[in-house]
T-cell receptor
Framework: EAGVAQSPRYKIIEKRQSVAFWCNPI?????LYWYQQILGQGPKLLIQ????????DSQLPKDRFSAERLKGVDSTLKIQPAKLEDSAVYLC????????????FGSGTRLTVV | DQQVKQNSPSLSVQEGRISILNCDYT??????FLWYKKYPAEGPTFLIS?????DKNEDGRFTVFLNKSAKHLSLHIVPSQPGDSAVYFC???????????FGSGTRLSIRP
């Protein structure tokens, strides 16, 4: 079974620029999550999709962050404009819906805003 | 408001001994608990889970214990091996919401 694919692996941008991250979940996984992990902290949920609908985006800074999951498969997360405090690893995860198996995470995109 | 707390940022254990990682939670609605392991430059990997109807779950060298009255869980690794050196995240879920809340992690180092 192929894992969760994310790209790019690394990105360095200047503050106020925009950036986009891409995620391809495990085939057949209806639920997709984007997490933000700041250095020294645990992953924090930004947004949860069920198929192509948003289930929870209560922690997403909507003035600068946006996410979509067209056709219920791939997803993109965008930041515009970026701030220094957005420097973090952005993790995508997918789930079949059974908590006993947890989520499957991708390797993440490390974003550095300078 | 940290709902899942890992109060030890790091832990060093000798190879062959038992590693015990601790986790506390505050939300009494949590009914499913998970442990993830993370190596540098990789995403977290699911390790083991436990439902609130159980107090123990074992998988090979890994055992998770749950004390609901104390809102505390722990992960035991025995015997500890060099490949166990990683950051371990405790996580919890209110299964009706199907989202997982993570702790801040404990960095485990296994020394020879």
């Amino acid at each position: 079974e192929a894992g969760v694919a994310q790209s790019p692996r690394y990105k360095i941008i200047e503050k106020r620029q925009s950036v986009a991250f891409w995620c391809n979940p495990i085939s057949g996984h209806a639920t997709l999550y984007w997490y933000q992990q700041i250095l020294g902290q645990g992953p924090k949920l930004l947004i949860q999709f069920q198929n192509n609908g948003v289930v929870d985006d209560s922690q997403l800074p909507k003035d600068r962050f946006s996410a979509e999951r067209l056709k219920g498969v791939d997803s993109t997360l965008k930041i515009q404009p970026a701030k220094l405090e957005d420097s973090a690893v952005y993790l995508c995860a997918s789930s079949s819906g059974q908590l006993s198996y947890g989520y499957t995470f991708g390797s993440g995109t490390r974003l550095t805003v300078v | 408001d940290q709902q899942v707390k890992q109060n030890s940022p790091s832990l060093s254990v000798q190879e062959g001994r038992i590693s015990i990682l601790n986790c506390d939670y505050t939300n009494s609605m949590f009914d499913y608990f998970l442990w993830y392991k993370k190596y540098p430059a990789e995403g977290p990997t699911f390790l083991i889970s436990i439902s609130s109807i159980k107090d123990k779950n074992e998988d090979g060298r890994f055992t998770v214990f749950l004390n609901k009255s104390a809102k505390h869980l722990s992960l035991h690794i025995v015997p500890s091996q060099p490949g166990d050196s990683a950051v371990y995240f405790c996580a919890a879920s209110d299964s009706s919401a199907s989202k997982i809340i993570f702790g801040s992690g404990t960095r485990l180092s296994i020394r020879p």
